[in-house]
């Protein structure tokens, strides 16, 4: 059986207690979603084809209401990015040349859309990829009694793919929300949950997640 054929199977009957989970969400920071940000046009064609930013907000007010753990994970640099190596390469050198998601500045909000609510806790030192490495997101989870990790975000086959792998390792429950993620073309989408993602999370919908709030009453 094909991993898409296991979680078709599984999904219809998911349960997943709210109260032992957390909603994550990956950079949803203007300089992606939104028109004026830097790696908007990048990631636009792709958020249309998943409706990444309409179905994201869908299970964030979903998880409130359920009373799951929400938890924004945004990533910004300090004038200068000197968090970054001198000579960097790959894509933190991009955004070290860019000036990229510089914090206090338009483009490392967090979107309108997806804006934290009083109760909403926010992840803390986010500068490279994974969402675990330097941060306080390992902390927040268990500190709310966290087993279950839903998560959505930028981008599929980076921020989002090495939080998901470390999160497993980690030994949570990991559910990748395909329609709440984007990459910079639909194909590396499309090929990051084909190949990947069920080998170390369950690929889900937004639709199936928050029908599994409800399942598990």
Not at 128 to 152: A, E, I, W
Not at 170 to 184: E, F, I, P, R, S
Not at 188 to 201: K, L, R, W
Request: net charge negative; hydrophobic share 35%.
């Amino acid at each position: 059986m094909s991993s898409s054929d296991e979680t078709t199977s599984s999904s219809s009957s998911l349960k997943i207690n709210p109260s032992e989970t957390a909603c994550v969400f990956i950079e949803y920071q203007n300089e992606f979603t939104t028109q004026g940000g830097a790696l908007h046009d990048a990631v636009k064609d792709c958020m249309e084809a998943t409706g990444t930013l309409e179905n994201s907000r869908k299970v964030l007010d979903a998880a409130r209401a359920a009373g799951c753990t929400i938890i924004h994970v945004p990533i910004a640099f300090d004038k200068g990015h000197n968090e970054i190596a001198k000579k960097p390469y790959g894509i933190l050198a991009g955004i070290k040349e860019g000036e990229l998601f510089k914090a206090g500045e338009w483009g490392s909000e967090i979107c309108d859309t997806m804006k934290p609510a009083e109760s909403d806790l926010i992840c803390k030192g986010k500068n490279g990829l994974c969402g675990f490495s330097s941060t306080n997101l390992d902390f927040l989870l268990r500190q709310n009694g966290v087993k279950n990790v839903v998560l959505g975000g930028f981008l599929t086959n980076c921020c989002v793919e090495s939080t998901m792998r470390s999160a497993y390792e980690l030994g949570y429950q990991v559910y990748t929300l395909k329609d709440c993620c984007a990459a910079m073309s639909v194909a590396a989408q499309d090929a990051t949950f084909e190949h990947n993602f069920g080998m170390f999370s369950v690929p889900i919908t937004s639709t199936e997640v928050i029908g599994s709030f409800g399942n598990s009453a």
